[in-house]
């Protein structure tokens, strides 16, 4: 059964990073399912570390836009917005090149708080970041849209 609340186009969806980080960095969310959204990022100059790794903040910001993006999809923008209140990671392996996917999945939707875990894999499937993402649900007056 569908968790989302909105329509979700990717066109669409992808349209809300102009002009952000996640359109520096060269996310874009490429598919999802009934309750899971997946999307990937480049491993290049603009998501590396010194060492030529790629940036555990990076591994982040991918993680942390898969889950706040999933979350506002469970809910009607009219009404109440979700805002990022924790995020941890768990950076178990080191990518050079390439492009890494993440995949967030649904651990809790309430009525205050939404908890989603993004898993980040390389081109080869194996894990280089687990994440875990708390979003606190707010009334959607409390935030002026861009």
Not at 130 to 139: C, E, F
Request: charged fraction near 20%; hydrophobic fraction near 40%.
């Amino acid at each position: 059964m569908a968790i989302w609340k909105q329509d979700i186009s990717l066109e669409r969806i992808n349209g809300w990073s102009v002009n952000t980080m996640m359109e520096t960095l060269g996310i874009r969310i490429t598919e999802f399912g009934d309750d899971w959204l997946r999307g990937t990022m480049p491993v290049d100059h603009r998501t590396h570390q010194p060492y030529g790794l790629l940036h555990g903040g990076a591994s982040v910001v991918l993680a942390e836009t898969l889950g706040s993006t999933a979350a506002m999809l469970t809910l009607d923008p009219a009404q109440e917005v979700a805002v990022g209140l924790d995020i941890n990671a768990n950076h178990v392996r080191g990518v050079r090149s390439g492009t890494v996917t993440g995949t967030a999945r649904m651990v809790h939707i309430g009525r205050t708080t939404q908890v989603w875990e993004i898993r980040i894999e390389s081109e080869a499937g194996e894990l280089v970041c687990i994440s875990r993402l708390t979003m606190a649900v707010i009334p959607s007056r409390v935030v002026a849209p861009r």
